[in-house]
């Protein structure tokens, strides 16, 4: 059985910088591509940032682009989240999620339903 875990979540004052960290464990993974996404209270879970393992590829949501960068290690399947000049609207519970799908173009990234595999989420919350 495949585990996600997230941690790294926490308070922090809006202009201020966090960092997220993803690590999987267990079962046998032929990961494709990793991605964090966000879900707010009352708002639908969105896509901030993946990146894909054959190429090296990131991909930003439009929250994100400027502000974080996603980063890995695919050898370990890890993933990070560096989060810099957060604001309130940041604030959510961040998933990690694996995917173990190929896709060619890197848009297919930003869906939830092509990544298999989810962690229990981590909270953000940005204070003004």
């Known amino acids: 059985q495949v585990q996600v875990a997230e941690s790294g979540g926490g308070l922090v004052q809006a202009g201020g910088s966090l960092r997220l960290s993803c690590t999987t464990s267990g079962g046998t993974l032929s990961v494709r591509a990793m991605g964090w996404f966000r879900q707010a209270p009352g708002k639908e879970r969105e896509f901030v940032a993946g990146i894909r393992w054959n190429s090296g590829s990131t991909i930003y949501g439009e929250s994100a682009t400027g502000r974080f960068t996603i980063s890995g290690d695919n050898a370990k399947n890890a993933v990070f989240l560096e989060m810099n000049n957060v604001k309130f609207e940041d604030t959510a519970v961040y998933y990690c999620?694996?995917?173990?799908?190929?896709?060619?173009?890197?848009?297919?990234?930003?869906?939830?339903?092509?990544?298999?595999?989810w962690g229990q989420g981590t909270q953000v919350t940005v204070s003004s």
């Open positions: 999620a694996v995917s173990n799908r190929m896709f060619v173009a890197n848009q297919f990234y930003k869906r939830a339903d092509i990544y298999t595999y």
